[in-house]
């Protein structure tokens, strides 16, 4: 298992687009993907569930992958994440 939190830079939080870039990549690998805010822990690869953390700007959220493909998994959200800064 793998995990790296990151900061959210981004005015609008992750609202509808930034989560469906998250999901639908999030799909691409096998292993389980979790996005954790505080006390709730969701599937990465549901947009509705990641909608579901209401994740504003300023707000750290952890990435947690676990599987074959973990590593790689977790740098791909990590950079889409960096990569809606202040977007």
């Known amino acids: ?3 790296e939190k990151v900061i959210v830079n981004n005015a609008l939080g992750i609202h509808l687009r930034p ?4 999901a639908e990549e999030a799909m691409k690998y ?3 993907i979790s996005l954790i805010r505080k006390d ?3 599937n ?3 947009l509705l569930s990641i909608l579901s953390l ?3 700007n300023g707000y750290e959220v952890e990435i947690r992958c676990d599987g074959k493909d973990e590593q790689q998994a977790l740098e791909a959200l990590v950079r889409i994440l960096r990569e809606n800064d202040n977007k």
């Open 30 to 32: 096998t292993c389980s």
């Open 44 to 46: 990465g690869k549901s």
């Open 1 to 3: 298992m793998v995990s």
């Open 40 to 42: 709730k822990k969701v």
């Open 19 to 22: 989560a469906g870039s998250l």
């Open 54 to 56: 209401g994740i504003k």
